[in-house]
């Protein structure tokens, strides 16, 4: 067995209570876990500064010099410790609120002192508050090095596991217990091509590290190692799967598809559009089954690369099914795609919770008489019963966890062919390792004759200047979306804002009609109140996001998102594209309060900037990282990040998504002797993992 897989109360001075807390805080339990707990920063020792050089941004910094003067201000808790200290080329005031007579106790005019903390900027003076303390002629036993920090919770902190013990835990853990030596994990083949440090020198130099070149080596390499091994995981498990799962094979497109491209297609796809359907063409010639998503930016026409694909299927006398979201959504690719195909010899079936013919439907789609069956959820419940499913599709995949998509493939004899669509576009170095088990299709071309929606940010202030403008547009027959957020734990509150929104709204424009739609009605007044806006009836729909994905009204030109900053810049980007649909020019308004962020008014400005969905991805994965970013979340790596970033280390995902391809294809099963130790690697991670099951 490998030693580092140790239970940690085999490490001296680690008792039961602190091995409780590391497991359940930190999912510690192993010595690899403890040395996967990397600093989160270094403090740097090692250097003296001068007080004439402190500026304002700078972190923690080290002074070296005297107390002149001291003083005890204020009374009771406004009690404080005042000393001004000296190192001859400036002053600055050291403050203590607790501990004064102690402190007070260590002060000694004639003893220079060595002073750690960080400086903050009060009344235009710097002051240190509460600084780590050492006569000067003690203090060389912390110089002279960069300190590790270490995160730990707030319950650890409180039962005496904090940095400081940490870092003992991890001296005697590494340096007396493993004598500073651990098994390599990487060939040597990729350790001298990408010149990286051995995995013993890394681990010592980021957990005691003398200086910051070689703390940039050992970074590079725990890095390169984390993703290459999630990478190595995500393409092995993909042969793996690859290798068993057979598909249905076609070896022709159909009498359907060439049928409606020839008489009823009513525009000339893009050329993206194109290479995608000849992408998922060739996936289905293939003999496996097709595991692709399309990620097309809001309005690039997935639903006709959707359709095309379908109808290869219907055409070689299987079927069909795409499942959306949420009902309205179902039921307009319901209605899009039976408009599509109107006078075709294909039958199209919705199905949703509030069919009314259920049985009927399922009936017949046991028996084959239904093509393509367009609905929600209520597709995957065990009743749904087709005869031959050649293919499922599923629309707006980030509402669907992997489990979901595992269930569709079990309604097929020999598994279907599985095509996700979705809207948030992921850069494509992080789609890759998110989306690891399918391949990636891009739709990165807009139909022509679109124009970009020009979005403005108006302050809430401002409102009434807004209406003129918005009278015009409905003056020329436009209509117009307002959105309110709508978060669960502020529910009551944002309905409030979201009807006296509506009430405004009517009383505003009292000459047209306003039209209100929010999760919590009965599906058949949303229904209703949708179908009036569809109609051109309503001019003005008031909503939740209910609206986000997939809605489709041509004629609206404006969007009004209120609160916009609580909306994060896919969500935005989301509902910006439900105008846009159609000729004319349109417009997106983004509502907010006056007090914003930084943040905020950062990502204010890039939906002002850009309408391109992939630099808006990008921008939101500099801003707020990959964790946050919609549809990442439950997709899952197979093993979790300790020290890599996908967003920061994107060029790093690159690297070592080529080495382990490359590793893969010369020895797909890692047999040969240089890559044993990268095989026992992968099994021990997969072992310790618990979601790598994904979808298999
Ligand atoms: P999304 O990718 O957001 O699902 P849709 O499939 O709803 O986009 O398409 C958006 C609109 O563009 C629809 O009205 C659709 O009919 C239209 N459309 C799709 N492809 C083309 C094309 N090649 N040329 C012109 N219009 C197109
Ligand atoms: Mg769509």
């Known amino acids: 067995m490998d030693i580092l897989q140790t239970d940690i109360k085999n490490i001296l001075g680690l008792g039961p209570k602190w091995r409780t807390l590391f497991m359940e805080d930190m999912d510690i339990s192993t010595f690899d876990d403890l040395l996967q707990l990397y600093p989160y920063k270094y403090v740097d020792r090692s250097r ?6 402190i500026t304002n941004e700078m972190p923690f910094i080290q002074i070296c010099g005297r107390f002149v003067t001291m003083q005890t201000l204020g ?34 005019y004639n003893d220079e002192f060595v002073l750690f903390g960080k400086p903050s900027v009060f009344g235009g003076r710097f002051s240190i508050v509460h600084p780590e303390m050492e006569r000067a002629d003690r203090a060389q036993i912390s110089a002279g090095s960069l300190q590790p920090m270490y995160n730990t919770s707030e319950r650890m902190k409180r039962a005496g596991l904090n940095t400081k013990s940490i870092q003992k835990l991890m001296n005697q853990l590494f340096n007396i217990q493993l004598q500073a030596t651990v098994n390599e994990t990487l060939s040597y083949r990729i350790l001298n091509e990408y010149h990286l440090v051995n995995r013993s020198t890394a681990l010592r130099i980021i957990h005691f590290p003398q200086n910051y070149k070689d703390l940039e080596k050992a970074v590079f390499r725990l890095k390169f190692e984390e993703l290459f ?70 309005g690039s026409g997935k639903t006709l690369v959707a359709l095309m694909a379908m109808l290869i299927v219907v055409g070689n006398k299987l079927q069909a099914c795409m499942m959306a979201p949420t009902e309205i959504l179902a039921t307009q690719h319901y209605e899009g795609l039976s408009s599509f195909v109107k006078d075709m010899p294909i039958r199209v079936e919705l199905l949703t919770g509030s069919t009314k013919k259920k049985s009927l439907i399922l009936k017949d789609l046991a028996e084959g008489k239904i093509d393509i069956l367009v609905g929600t959820h209520a597709l995957i419940e065990d009743t749904v019963i087709f005869a031959h499913l050649g293919m499922a599709i599923v629309d707006e995949q980030h509402r669907f966890g992997v489990q979901q998509r595992a269930k569709l493939w079990k309604k097929g004899i020999i598994p279907p062919h599985i095509l996700v669509m979705t809207a948030t576009p992921i850069p494509r170095t992080l789609a890759m390792t998110v989306y690891g088990d399918l391949d990636v299709s891009v739709i990165d071309e807009l139909p022509p004759g679109r124009k970009p929606v020009r979005t403005e940010h108006y302050f809430h202030q401002k409102r009434n200047n807004l209406n003129a403008f918005l009278r015009q547009q409905l003056q020329l027959g436009r209509q117009i979306y307002v959105v309110y957020p709508l978060i669960e734990e502020s529910e009551s509150l944002d309905y409030k804002n979201l009807t006296e929104g509506f009430e405004y709204m009517k009383d505003a424009f009292k000459e047209y009609n306003v039209c209100m739609v929010h999760g919590k009605m009965k599906a058949d007044e949303k229904e209703a109140a949708m179908q009036s806006f569809v109609s051109g009836q309503a001019h003005i729909m008031v909503a939740t996001t209910v609206i986000e994905v997939g809605v489709n009204v041509p004629n609206a030109s404006v969007m009004i998102i209120e609160s916009a900053e609580r909306f994060g810049l896919s969500q935005l980007h989301q509902l910006r594209g439900r105008v846009g649909r159609g000729a004319d020019q349109s417009f997106c308004v983004l509502m907010t309060s006056e007090k914003l962020s930084n943040e905020t008014r950062q990502r204010m400005q890039i939906m002002v900037d850009t309408t391109d969905g992939f630099r808006i991805a990008e921008a939101d994965l500099q801003l707020r990282g990959p964790g946050n970013i919609e549809g990442t979340q439950q997709s899952g790596l197979p093993f979790s990040l300790h020290i890599a970033d996908l967003a920061k280390d994107a060029r790093l995902v690159q690297y070592t998504r080529e080495a382990a391809e490359k590793i893969l294809s010369e020895d797909p099963l890692l047999q040969a002797p240089d890559n044993q130790g990268m095989a026992q690697r992968l099994s021990i991670l997969k072992a310790s993992s618990i979601n790598w099951s994904s979808i298999s």
């Open 48 to 53: 003296i500064f001068q007080i004439c050089d």
């Open 75 to 108: 009374t009771g808790r406004q009690q404080r410790l005042s000393a001004m200290f000296t190192d001859g080329t400036g002053q600055i005031e050291v403050l203590w609120f607790q501990g004064l007579n102690y402190v007070q106790r260590q002060i000694n």
């Open 229 to 298: 091994f999630v990478q190595l995981g995500i393409l092995r498990n993909r042969n793996i799967n690859r290798h068993k799962q057979a598909g249905i094979k076609f070896s022709e497109v159909g009498p359907l598809l060439t049928d409606f491209y020839k008489k009823h297609i009513p525009f000339e796809p893009t050329n993206a559009q194109k290479r995608v359907v000849r992408e998922i063409w060739s996936d289905l010639q293939s003999g496996h089954q097709m595991n692709r998503l399309i990620q097309g930016d809001v």
